[in-house]
């Protein structure tokens, strides 16, 4: 059988229907199988599964064991349609053969189980991937690029080491923001003992991948080791302006943009009462921007913040920090608005807040954009974050120096959201097996 590249789109029949976005695919790009996953029956300790294959691929099938692996304790203890195992089915001999374009339905088994009921993560055709991404339409990152903007997510060592996660973000992805490597903890975890390894094995990935790179934070309350936030007033100071020389200075013509500060303002709009705060004082903020420029000159240097994406009491803070920063001549070139946003939550003001930044003169970029729901997932929630995103995205290319759409990951399967808002999450373009989700859609939609 003739190999093809990737493909399918996986359907959760009892909750999520993903299908490979329409249009234009080619004979190396349409995959060669789609694979439909439902649960019709699940009774709390067992369930019964069922399967259909259809061949995408152009050429027929003739012999076919697909494998699977179930992230749960879930055990087949019979099967129909072909010869199951644990981890496989393999056909029967009457329906070996599947021609081109044909569906094969009818494969089904009982499990037990017990926990979570979750499907499994991917499926491979006589191993070759089903579930792989986005046939059949430009990238995200060339879509977005077309329109003067880039497309982008947040990447860590774990997504690197992904190879399904790591070649859908090569692919869609133009732009990477480094999620934890490039932190205080991971740099500099006792004084002056630098380690850039993680960083800069995601900034090597992101180059191989032809992708510019976002360092992601230099002045943070969170991911700062105990040592610094032990230090006295006197000691934290230089302590900063050491870690932000050696740090942007390392990745210094690499990085396109710094996120020099992160998240010091508090949701009512007064400073965050962070040990820097309360050791350094106001000033802490324009000596970290300072610090920032004359170690990387041409960095655009950001102050990165959430909860800040429509006007309100804390984007007010913020604007007047940029404002003073500006009358005083402190370096700032970008405000970002992480966007971590609620269900159907997308502010109405986001472009008028995103436009009076821009009128500041500094560029702004939509920096770690997720959009959580409450599990599970169903069509009319996806809907609605299809449209929530969307209207980000519109948001975004309303507004001239909006320069940019990061997201924070790609897929659900490595989102930040479940373990720190359980019973939330699928708040990322594609689902935990890659398929895109109609999020997705709605960002090439907008930015087409
Ligand atoms: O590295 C340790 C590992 O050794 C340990 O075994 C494991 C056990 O929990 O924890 C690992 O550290 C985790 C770290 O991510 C690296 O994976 C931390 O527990 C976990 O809290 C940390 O979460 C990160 C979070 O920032 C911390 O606040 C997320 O991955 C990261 O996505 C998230 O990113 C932030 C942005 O930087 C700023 N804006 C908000 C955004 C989401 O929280």
């Known amino acids: ?26 004979a190396d790009d349409a995959g060669q199988c789609k694979i439909t996953y439902s649960v019709p029956n699940d009774w709390g300790s067992g369930f019964t599964g069922a399967v259909s294959i259809t061949n995408t691929s ?21 099967g129909w349609g072909a010869t199951w195992t644990q981890t496989s089915a393999t056909a029967m001999s009457w329906n070996r053969t599947i021609a081109p374009g044909a ?9 037990s189980y017990s926990g979570a009921n979750s499907p499994p993560a991917e499926f491979r055709l006589n191993g070759q991937l089903c579930n792989a991404p986005t046939p059949g339409t430009k990238p995200l990152r060339d879509l977005a690029a077309a329109r003067g903007k880039y497309f982008g997510s947040a990447m860590t060592v774990p997504e690197l080491e992904d190879t399904q996660n790591r070649e859908l973000t ?100 007064t400073r965050r009462q962070s040990f820097w705060q309360q050791k350094l004082g106001d000033g802490y903020l324009a000596e970290a921007f300072r610090a920032a420029r ?19 009491a804390k984007s007010d803070a913020v604007y007047e920090l940029v404002k003073s920063f500006k009358q005083q001549g402190v370096p700032i070139d970008g405000v970002g608005f992480q966007s ?38 169903d069509s009319v929630k996806l809907a609605t974050q299809a449209a ?39 708040a990322l373009p594609f689902d935990e097996t890659f398929a895109p989700k109609p999020a997705y859609r709605a960002l090439a939609g907008a930015f087409s």
């Open 1 to 26: 059988m003739k190999r093809l590249p990737h493909v399918l789109s996986l359907v959760l029949a009892s909750t999520v229907a993903v299908a490979a976005p329409a249009a234009t695919a080619t």
């Open 58 to 78: 152009g050429m027929a099938i003739d012999g076919w064991t697909l494998t699977f692996s179930f992230p749960g304790n879930q055990r087949i203890t019979n």
């Open 103 to 111: 569906t094969l339905s009818g494969l089904g088994f009982n499990a």
């Open 170 to 269: 090569a692919r869609e992805a133009g732009v990477i923001t480094v999620g934890n490597e490039m932190k205080w903890e991971a740099t500099e975890p006792s004084r002056g003992q630098f380690t850039f390894t993680g960083g800069d094995r995601i900034w090597a990935g992101a180059v191989a991948a032809g992708q510019r790179v976002r360092g992601h934070t230099l002045v943070w309350h969170n991911q700062t080791p105990q040592w610094v936030q032990d230090l006295p007033a006197n000691q934290l100071r230089q302590a900063m302006l050491d870690h932000i020389a050696a740090v942007a200075g390392h990745y210094r013509g690499k990085v396109f943009a710094w996120d020099v500060v992160n998240e010091a303002f508090e949701d009512n709009g």
């Open 294 to 312: 004359a170690a990387d000159p041409d960095a655009k240097l950001y102050y990165n913040d959430y909860n800040t994406d429509g006007l309100g």
């Open 340 to 377: 971590h946003l609620l269900l159907g939550g997308v502010p109405a003001s986001m472009r008028q807040n995103l436009q009076r930044f821009a009128d500041l003169g500094v560029d702004v970029a939509i920096t770690e954009l997720d959009i959580r729901m409450t599990l599970p997932a």
């Open 388 to 426: 929530d995103y969307g209207a980000v995205a519109r948001a975004c290319l309303a507004v001239t120096r909006c320069v940019g759409i990061t997201t924070w990951s790609l897929s659900d399967k490595h989102s930040w959201i479940p373990s720190v808002f359980p019973g939330q999450g699928a």
